[in-house]
């Protein structure tokens, strides 16, 4: 049987975990926090990392830091995880859903302009599949009508987006604020995990003292202040050493963990393309000014009932794919206060978008030879 993912573990886990332990400094923010923060930092020029219990606690962090308040807007695309519009909603925003694009299902970057009004207080491009969304456009938006940036960048670690002035930047740094998930289902893993990404200088002070418990601790441990205190709201949104340093043995093994997951979506797109043209099927699109990170690999049929009869067919072969999605503007909760615009797109991703197997100890060559022959 062929799951449809695997979480990999790199065999330096529990040496790491064993030395954070012995340490007798296992709360949080100790050696192996700063190691994993610092190399988000060095590597994708990030201007302060804080890790977080899960991406879900670093988008919370971020709606705090925005001063997000009853009946401020926030654009959020519909084809997305329930996190990125619950951590605004959760302060009393109101969600505007956006529509994605007719070839990726991330936002379609031409129609927010006519999403924006003057309650509009930020924009949450989500990079799905680690593609990046088109964020020359978004930043100009933000700009333009003074609205803060938050990237969703949950599925985006080494991704990257090449503007229009041809540098190369990495997902995570080009909004204010941006938030990555170390969820078993993500490339890198701690279990359960994140990180907030602060990129505008004027959030970092702030950030560190949400992030513990709305108390100055990090400057007094700095020796910047006598005493520490309550100085503001906050929460425990530290994870503790052990999880930092399950963490720091993956993101040492970033770039083995990343040739082969890349190399496992390069025989994917290359060996099926005769099978998309015979079924009737899309392959993945990456646009010219994104970067692909092999998060994940899927096709995108033509209607509901091909995909249902193609999942079908595979489990019997064994492989397990998956759908996506359901429509966020369409979910229980939000239905009755979406504003009634109909979202073609989303509403077809979520309807013909299907996942196939993608991970680290996949043999691709089993599911190729069990859906092509
Ligand atoms: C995984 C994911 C999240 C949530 O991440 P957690 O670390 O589980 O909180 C949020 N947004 C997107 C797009 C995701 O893929």
Redesign the pocket.
Known sequence: MIPFNKPYLTGEETKYITDAVASGKISGNGKYTQKCQQFFEDRFGIKKALLTT???DALEMAAILINIKEGDEVIVPSY??V??ANAFVLRGAKIVFADSRKDHPNIDETKLESLITSKTKAIVP?HYAGIACEMDTIMDLAKKYNLFVIE?A??AIDSYYVGKDGVKKALGSIGHLAAF???E??NIISG???LLAVNDEQFIKRAEIIWEKGTNRSSFFRGEVDKYGWVDIGSSFLPSEVIAAFLWAQLENLDKIQSVRKQHWEKYQNNLKTFAIDHNVALPVIPDYATNNAHMFYLVCQNIEQRTALIEKLRKQNIHPVFHYISLHSSPFYEGKHDGRNLSETDRFTDCLVRLPLFYELNVDTVLNQMLY
Do not use: I, L, P
Request: aromatic share 10%; with cysteine.
């Open positions: 899960s991406c879900t997305t995880f996190s990125t989500v969703d949950a599925q998930s170390f969820h289902t993500k359960e995990g994140g």
